[in-house]
């Protein structure tokens, strides 16, 4: 397997004009010819549906919701980046490229990442023209916000439901394509293949999840969005049906894993409560603009927040990162946090907590202002744990939340299965080691709305193909495969329901493969998972049929990915033998406790390839060359 990013040659800031006007068009009669599947209606989805729909092409998308609307990006709540340099406060498309190559702690690419920026001002007049209800000025102007390891205010918002306003429009332009005819939409299916011809990407299989029926369905080139895969954790914030399905099922027919280890911990999250509890809940990070995170300086401090005096406070953010105090990145906030607790300092029932206080900032700016910037935010607050931030201060923790890792692409957002392209948080594209807080949502708009229309042309054109027919022995051939596993998840009949294997392999991981990893640990939950596989080939509980909705032989399917995946995730994270962004390795550390990255061995995106059922993955380099920015280790003193 080659990989070939396919980075254009001449200067940064010049590549993806140049690339655009060398990829090749399709011309107007023959877009109308090709027909392109998009699996995935979150934003990723929903904008290249749209986009591509507009351009001519023939589209036919698909989600496992209900509606594309009920995407998992409608939960995204803080906002999403951009280098308007609004605030006049010294941004720049080179300050958002290098804040974003920085805070990835230098393990992505600078051609993607200077891309990302500069469409990042595109994408913000895009979604203005939708009628997006961005926060603004009292003159009118877009209001911005701060973000972690930012120290300019670029953010655009909209209150604390970014997402669901931005799929909003999405969806719009969407909509508006459904009703000229130009995409189908299939609701309620999920991708349970991936079919190849001649080495190319020509459908899918999906499962309609009503009727339980298989379907076949062809096309010229196969886009997936399908997004992240944080719920292998089990306890994430991510929505109950994100899944690594699709993406697992691509792997398998040939197409490479990219940093799989590179998951990314939410400092600011309402803390687990209980055994049996299946979902975590994201205070934003947006709240660390105006909220301070402290704990008690002693650990047998156990006085309510209201009676701990200032000067018994240990402000432990902004004491050791003076410059980005309570904005560091996320990867940082979450180890002091946890560094907090392990100490004994840590707050709340579980002492695995620490405080998110805003009332400096709602004494200082007052209540109705704070309520204007975060009030939803408060009340989902106050009806998970019945207490009023207004009053007491909120308390919080690190929690699962986004993965960097993701399947490979090339600059062309291309997998290696030619006719695979894979955006959103599908792909590992641009976030190296470590996302920096609103650039999820950047790059999922720009894979969408901005790339995909130029490079899939750029294929389609040099394609010469017969249009792909559903009656190929390659979709026979994949349906049985799929038939047969579902025959096969029903036919086991043991004792331990999915959510049960689940949930043990959500806390194997969390365990080993965490905030913190450690060879030792890494090996031993390598065998954890392969056992808990074993067994759960052989002592899974799947009642029901096939033969239609069946929402325990859905979650089956997605835990016996998760499964085979985690195994994955753990061989990434021990083959990086040092520690970057978020993979912190304890072995691999600075004096003062941050990650040590060694650039002469690790400086690589690490690719894995599916070798079949048992055999080790291979696994591949994508050495990174930085010719642009120095490689430093990160400071945000
Ligand atoms: C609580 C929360 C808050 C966040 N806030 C922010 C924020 O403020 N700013 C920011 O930049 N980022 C934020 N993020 C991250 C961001 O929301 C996501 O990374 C982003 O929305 C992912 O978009 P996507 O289009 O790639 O995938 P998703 O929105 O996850 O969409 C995936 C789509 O794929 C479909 N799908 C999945 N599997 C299959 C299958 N097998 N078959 C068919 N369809 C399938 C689903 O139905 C869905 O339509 C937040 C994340 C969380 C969890």
Redo the contacts with the bound molecule.
Sequence with gaps: MQLDSKIPDGPLSEKWDRHRFELKLVNPANKTKSKIIV????????SASATLAELGYEVMT????DS?R????????????AAKNYQNDGDSIWRLFYDTIKGGDFRSREANVYRLAQISNNIIDQCVAQGVPFAREYGGQLANRSFGGAQVSRTF?ARGQ??QQL?LGAYGSLSRQIAAGKVRLFTR????DLVVIDGKARGII?RNLVSGELEKHAADAVVL????Y?NAFYL????M???I??AFASYRKGASFANPCFVQIHPTCIPVHGTYQSKL??M???LRNDGRVWVPRSPEDRRPPDQIPETERDYYLEEKYPRFGNLVPRDVASRRAKVQCDMGKGVGGTRLAVYLDLKDAIEKDGRDVIARKYGNLFEMYEKITAQDPYETPMMIYPAV??TMGGLWVDYNLMSTIPGLFV????NFSDHGANRL????????LAD?YFIIPYSIGDYLAKSSHDTAREDHSAFNESSLQVETRIKKLLSIGGKRTVDDFHRELGHILWENCGMTRKEKDLKKAKKLIADLRAEFWENVLVGGTGKGFNQSLEKAGRVADFLQFGELMVMDALERKESCGCHFNEDFQTDEHEALRDDENFCHVSAWEYRGEGSKPKFHKEPLEFENVELTQRSYK
Excluded: D, K, W
């Design positions: 699996v995935g209606t979150g934003l990723a989805g929903a698909f989600c496992i919701q594309p009920r995407a998992h990006s409608i939960a995204a709540q803080g906002g999403i980046n918002y970014t997402g799929l299916r999920e991708m349970l999906a969005a399908s997004g992240g944080g994430s914030t991510n929505a049906g994100s899944n399905s699709a809940t994201l934003s990070e947006s939340h986004y955006l959103g948080e599908a807080g609103a650039s999820a949502l950047m790059q999922g969408g």
